[in-house]
């Protein structure tokens, strides 16, 4: 299973960006998907996650300026970022946990590589 995100790049501060991240490979079903943030010098954090039947959580720091969302039948997942501050500057990274086959009843974390995402006047 591959996660390829895009969206990422740089904006001013109140500006908005939207990334996308789309699941590929042997997938048999995704449960929930989420995006990761890492600023340089900190620990990997929780963004948002939304499960399969589309509940989502935030974290504090982003509830009200971002929306997750996701397409089931196309195995990808959005963050729809506005209001970004210049605290939001990260790489931000796309998780899905999926089961691979109908048979294997074993769900697997998968990671994207990242994008790059600079708040900054």
């Known amino acids: 299973v591959q996660l390829v995100e895009s969206g990422g790049g740089l904006v001013q501060p109140g500006g908005s960006l939207r990334l996308s991240c789309v699941a590929s490979g042997s997938i048999f079903s995704i449960n929930d998907m989420g995006w990761y943030r890492q600023a340089p010098g900190k620990e990997r954090e929780l963004v948002a996650t939304?499960?399969?039947?589309?509940?989502?959580n935030y974290a504090d720091s982003v509830k009200g300026r971002f929306t997750i969302s996701r397409d089931n039948a196309k195995n990808t997942v959005f963050l729809q970022m506005n209001s970004l501050k210049p605290e939001d500057t990260a790489v931000y990274y796309c998780n899905a946990n999926a089961r691979r086959a109908r048979w294997d009843v074993r769900s697997y974390d998968y990671w994207g590589q990242g994008t790059q995402v600079t708040v900054s006047s």
């Open positions: 939304i499960s399969e039947a589309g509940t989502t």
